[in-house]
Nanobody, 121 residues
Framework: QVQLVESGGGSVQSGGSLRLSCAAS????????MGWFRQAPGKEREGVAA???????NYADSVGGRFTISQDNAKNTLYLQMNSLKPEDTAMYYC???????????????WGQGTQVTVSS
């Protein structure tokens, strides 16, 4: 059973930084695509960043240059470094995994429970 557990969310002021982590378990034996998504109240879930098994990355235009996705395969952990945070980055952030390369589409099979990020002005 695949499990994804996010951590690292919190409250920061505009311009601050946070690093989210996603600990993955239950799918050893193959590498998948992984992504970070976010959902603000009343809005649809949107893709933030994605990383493939070969290390290639994709970012939403709204976070390009500010967010960095990375993974530590030895630790089975996915990260999202978020710098220069803005109030509009406030949302619940989720990590996701799948064998299919969904990139920034919210069609991943496995999801974590989410971690809240709140950015105040």
């Amino acid at each position: 059973q695949v499990q994804l557990v996010e951590s690292g969310g919190g409250s920061v002021q505009s311009g601050g930084s946070l690093r989210l982590s996603c600990a993955a378990s239950g799918y050893t034996g193959y590498r998948t695509s992984m992504g970070w998504f976010r959902q603000a109240p009343g809005k649809e879930r949107e893709g933030v960043a994605a990383i493939e098994s070969d290390g290639s990355t994709n970012y939403a235009d709204s976070v390009g240059g500010r967010f960095t996705i990375s993974q530590d395969n030895a630790k089975n952990t996915l990260y999202l470094q978020m710098n220069s945070l803005k109030p509009e980055d406030t949302a619940m952030y989720y990590c996701a995994a799948d064998r299919v390369k969904w990139l920034l589409l919210p069609n991943y099979k496995y999801w974590g429970q989410g971690t809240q990020v709140t950015v105040s002005s």
